[in-house]
């Protein structure tokens, strides 16, 4: 899937055989849905635009500050037992819990990207 970005939104690109059009969605909100649609990619692009700037129009006008996509913010959850031994890994190595899944993403992705 390819995606589309404007003013720190994303939305991907799919595509309908049924209708014969292009459509999205602005990825990583969890309460606001953005879509948009086009029979081309200029035509998506604009309306994924037009989309965004509708929102944080109504935003500014209700008084209300935009949500952001993905927030950084991730609930993990992992056997008690991996907890633990992650938990005592990290305290021998100075770095915190939090540092150490961020390298191991980065390093994973890495990983899968070069593949």
Known sequence: MDYLEYKGYRGSVEYSKEDNCLFGKVQGLSKELITF???????LRKD??????SYLNYCKEEGIEPVKPYSGRLNLRMPSELHSKMAAFVASTGIT????IN???????????AL
């Open 37 to 43: 649609e086009g029979q081309t990619l200029d035509e």
């Open 97 to 100: 819990i939090n540092d150490f």
């Open 48 to 53: 994924f635009e037009a989309g965004i700037e």
């Open 103 to 113: 390298r191991a993403i980065r390093n994973e992705m890495k990983k899968v990207a």
